[in-house]
């Protein structure tokens, strides 16, 4: 790789890992420290879109935050305004934020960001793992971000990586199948019970409200600084099903993926995956114990509890967000899934 890319790019990258040559240079490069008010920002006005091109910086496309919309990584200090982070000394820093900006006039992707802030609070009602909770301004949707954390002494830099990756596929052509994934969540989270229930979840989430852009990079897992490891509160949710360019569903089950998968034969497969982990004379005794929680009663149960919420969001989308014809479209398939969990045994 070209030490030049490095340099302009690895120097505040999301995570904790950074180059420190490239860290460096960005710190001396920084330029005069700036702030902007919520509103300038959502309203990308001269005077932000110049400040930002004078960092290299375009509005127009992805600003150093992988992914096909326009977002940029901006840090609230204690003077309530929003300066871009790695120009703010971390003794200011008391909010951080991924600021994602609506694309072009097209009303289906306005309608997809427009979304992101309930589907967020759906999921939290479906009992996933949420950090917080988004907020749209004009065409701004301000995400709080859950790998930084401030504190007394500072900011805590959480390290996260991608199921590409820890499934050993980090191309970006490379698809890990669902039982991929599992197979290294049980092998590789310090609660395997836990991580596999919360990510079965977020995949029947998923088919049951449209997410169909679920490939490898919009799911991750986070190690924090006592060697703990799980996944990220969930990111990226949104009825992708809207989208012009008709996305298809990435990652599947193997075998079990055909319209709506077996939730049974996945809680079956998991189960296995489990039970093979703990035989392996290498896997570490603890790690053993924990995987002896992962039985069909846990997961049986998990799952179920997804039901009722399923059931109260296909009858009422629309008080929880849900524009009317997005509800509409995906009531009937929000039913089947609550129906399917509920029959599990």
């Not at 999921?123 to 004009?138: E, I």
């Not at 193997?254 to 809680?267: C, K, L, Q, T, Y």
Request: aromatic share 6%.
């Amino acid at each position: 790789m070209d030490w030049r890319l490095l340099l302009a790019g690895a120097g505040n990258s999301v995570g904790n890992l950074r180059v420190k040559e490239a860290a460096s240079w960005l710190a001396a490069n920084a330029g005069p420290l700036r702030g902007f008010t919520d509103d300038e920002v959502a309203e990308r006005g001269d005077n932000f879109a110049e400040y930002l091109a004078s960092h290299g910086l375009f509005v127009a496309g992805s600003s150093g935050v992988q992914g096909e919309w326009p977002k940029i990584l901006l840090t609230r200090a204690e003077d309530g305004l929003l300066y871009l982070d790695h120009t703010l000394p971390d003794a200011r820093a008391r909010e951080h934020y991924i600021v994602k900006f609506g694309r072009g006039s097209n009303e289906a992707l306005a309608s997809i960001l427009r979304h992101e802030a309930p589907y967020m609070a759906l999921a939290r009602m479906l009992g996933l793992r949420v950090h917080a909770d988004l907020v749209l301004l004009k065409r701004a949707l301000f995400i709080p971000r859950f790998d930084r954390q401030v504190t007394g002494g500072g900011v805590l830099r959480l390290g996260q990586e991608s199921i590409a990756t820890l499934t050993g596929n980090p191309g970006f052509d490379a698809v890990p199948s669902h039982d991929e994934v599992c197979r290294q969540l049980l092998r590789q989270c310090t609660h395997p019970l836990a991580e596999v229930l919360e990510y079965i979840k977020r995949d029947v989430a998923n088919l049951a409200l449209g997410n169909k852009d679920n490939h490898a990079r919009n799911t991750a897992v986070q190690r924090d600084f006592s060697g703990g490891i799980r996944l990220t509160p969930l990111y990226d949710f949104a009825p992708m099903y809207l989208h012009p360019d008709g996305i298809a569903r990435r990652i599947r089950w193997e075998g079990n993926d055909s319209g709506a998968p077996d939730w049974n034969r996945v809680i079956d497969t998991v189960c296995e995956m489990a039970q093979t982990l703990r035989d392996e004379k290498r896997m570490p005794s603890a790690q053993k114990k924990a995987l002896r929680e992962v039985c069909r009663p846990a997961l049986v149960e998990g799952l179920r509890s997804m039901a009722e919420p399923l059931k109260k969001i296909a009858a009422h989308g629309t008080d929880f967000g849900l524009e009317p014809a997005v509800h509409a479209h995906l009531r009937l398939v929000i039913e089947a899934q609550a129906q399917r969990l509920t029959a599990l045994n």
